[in-house]
């Protein structure tokens, strides 16, 4: 039986509860698809190409920018899913950004445990191959989700973050931050240099990249990520 109060009390501290398991329910095909995690809510799945069922896939959860969309977010690393065999899960933030930077956890967590239940209900992931990641604000929610639920994400990329605010820290994922050096929106010396360094002494392990640019994300640092997080390298 669902427990309603202990959903929200969940979702009031960042905690997620889905997890990968054995689907029950038939997987779409592949591509991208609308992701039906109640009215209104706009999120997005990509199953790529080589998806089977006897070969557990990557799964990352991708999140975008302030004002963004659902496909900003999807679109981080969608030109690599099919190669890498990866499961791409995007959601829209319910308001102009994300819940913990409007002011308290809430309604994004309990939309993106929604989503990840469906996808964990369809499709076989790999446990150990589990990411959260984003841009600019997107980036900061990772980092904060990502510490706060180690237990289901093993790794974090963060492409230009601003901070993170994790109220609880559960598990040690590694974490891959990048920023850029003439980024004038969240300035790389009090968000990517800071945060790497504070991580660090947390006892994180963090791979950290700066490159020659403002606040974007070049194709070299989405690659360099993924191959980090799948590889290894």
Partial sequence: M???????????????T??????????APAGTHPLSVGPGHESLLHVPRGYRPDRPAALAVLLHGAGGTARFGLELLLPLA??????????????????????????????????????????VVDPTRVAIGGFSDGASYALTLGLANGDLFSHVLAFSPGFAAPPVQVGMPVVFICHGLHDRVLPIGQCGRWLAKELGH?????????????HVVPDEQRREAARWWLEGA
């Fill in 18 to 27: 889905a997890r990968p398991g054995t689907p029950r329910e038939q997987a």
């Fill in 82 to 123: 099919d190669a890498a065999n990866v499961i791409l899960v995007a959601p829209r933030s319910q308001g102009p950004t994300w819940d913990i930077i409007m002011g308290d956890f809430g309604p994004d967590v309990r939309i993106l445990d929604r989503a990840l239940a469906h996808v964990f209900d369809r499709y």
């Fill in 202 to 214: 947390g006892g994180y392990a963090v791979h950290y990249r700066e490159f020659d640019g403002a």
């Fill in 2 to 16: 669902h427990d309603r109060n202990g959903a929200d009390a969940n979702s009031r501290s960042g905690r997620l």
